[in-house]
């Protein structure tokens, strides 16, 4: 069975740090590009980050570019998220996903996600 | 990269069909064929439902289509049930290299 189980999250201050992880299981994890996407409760999806198979190519969206770095080990079959200089504004549940890559037809597709880790920044 | 904008709700009753538009820009709908829509019920995760405009992946029913005009993407949903009623989202590649994701259309099956 597919699993993807994000974990790390908690409450911070503002200007703290997080450290999310997304343990993996049932499917060749190396094979997959994975990606980060937040949900405020009660309102949409907003995309991240994306990290390639190898963990060579990273992508962010503007508003946390500089402040999170996305990462995996592939030997452990987990993604990172490391979340620096929080802010309120970055409250939301954290989702990974997993996206099979264009080789196979899917582009930027997430075909398999996690339940999620909630972050709260507040003081 | 503002978001894809999609209507905030559309309604209809089992067995008939509804559209969802996910309209976008010459930057990311309207330049590449890589969208998706996402079906997510209260308290869970999303479900992919369409990938590449109007690929199905295994196991979504074929009730399920997607389509794309220029800027915008669409969701058909057809012979409508109520097990549909849920929040839909779209989402599309970037010219920046980035995902962005529509604001969500709820559905509700009357």
């Known amino acids: 069975e597919v699993q993807l189980v994000e974990s790390g999250g908690g409450s911070v201050q503002p200007g703290g740090s997080l450290r999310l992880s997304c343990t993996t299981s049932?499917?060749?994890?190396?094979?997959?590009?994975m990606h980060w996407v937040r949900q405020v409760p009660g309102k949409g999806l907003v995309w991240v980050s994306r990290?390639?198979?190898?963990?060579?190519?990273?992508y962010y969206a503007d508003f946390v570019k500089g402040r999170f770095t996305i990462s995996r080990d592939n030997t452990e079959n987990t993604l990172y998220l490391q979340m620096d200089s929080l802010r309120a504004e970055d409250t939301a549940l954290y989702y990974c996903?997993?996206?099979?890559?264009?080789?196979?037809?899917?582009?930027?597709?997430?075909?398999?996600w996690g339940q999620g880790t909630m972050v709260t920044v507040s003081s | 990269q503002s978001a894809l904008t999609q209507p905030a709700s559309v309604s209809g009753s089992p067995g008939q069909s509804i559209t969802i538009s996910c309209t976008g820009t010459?930057?990311?709908?309207?330049?590449?064929?890589?969208v998706s829509w996402y079906q997510q019920h209260p308290g869970k995760a999303p479900k992919l439902m369409i990938y590449?405009?109007?690929n199905r992946p295994s196991g979504v029913s074929d009730r399920f289509s997607g389509s794309k005009f220029g800027n915008t993407a669409s969701l058909t949903i057809s012979g409508l049930q109520t097990e549909d009623e849920a929040d839909y989202y779209c989402?599309?590649?970037?010219?920046?290299?980035?995902?962005?994701f529509g604001g969500g259309t709820k559905l509700t099956v009357l």
């Open positions: 996903a997993r996206d099979p890559g264009a080789e196979v037809g899917y582009n930027d597709a997430f075909d398999m």
């Open positions: 049932g499917f060749p994890f190396s094979s997959y590009w």
């Open positions: 990290l390639n198979r190898d963990g060579s190519r990273t």
């Open positions: 010459s930057s990311d709908v309207g330049r590449y064929n890589y």
């Open positions: 590449v405009v109007s």
């Open positions: 989402s599309s590649y970037t010219t920046s290299s980035t995902v962005v």
